[in-house]
């Protein structure tokens, strides 16, 4: 397979669906159609996960209602096999937290002429000074 010469497209196209779908609590179970049922992984804040249902269970899980997201760079690469790695970097804020900076990085494995979410990596950037 060859590279995708359109990635950027793909790759900005998917992180706006996926946190439109995440941060609406009622459309968030549907972020398991992009997810594979047993070939995903998810690290949530270093809690590693596989899979599509036990992956929702974990989203499923957060307790805020409500999010602010800020985006400050989205950064897609093509891969070798057609995929399409992506790199998120951002802000958000849960109901009434203060903002914390965040890191979030895809990979999207191609399937028929769609992709699924074959890695997810997810970690807010607080850095411990004490």
Request: with cysteine; aromatic share 12%.
């Amino acid at each position: 397979m060859a590279l995708n010469p359109q990635y950027e497209e793909i790759g900005k196209g998917f992180v706006t669906q996926y946190y439109a779908l995440f941060d609406d609590s009622n459309q968030r179970p549907s972020l398991a159609n992009l997810y594979n049922a047993e070939l995903s992984f998810m690290t949530f804040e270093g809690q590693q996960i596989q899979g599509a249902a036990k992956i929702l269970e974990k989203l499923q899980s957060l307790s805020f209602q409500n999010i602010n997201r800020v985006l400050t760079a989205v950064d897609s690469q093509p891969m070798f096999d057609g995929g399409v790695l992506i790199n998120v970097l951002g802000r958000l804020q849960c109901d009434d937290d203060p903002p914390h900076a965040y890191s979030q990085t895809f990979v999207l494995k191609p399937i028929g002429t769609s992709f699924y979410c074959a890695h997810d990596i997810f970690r807010l950037n607080i850095h411990n000074t004490a």
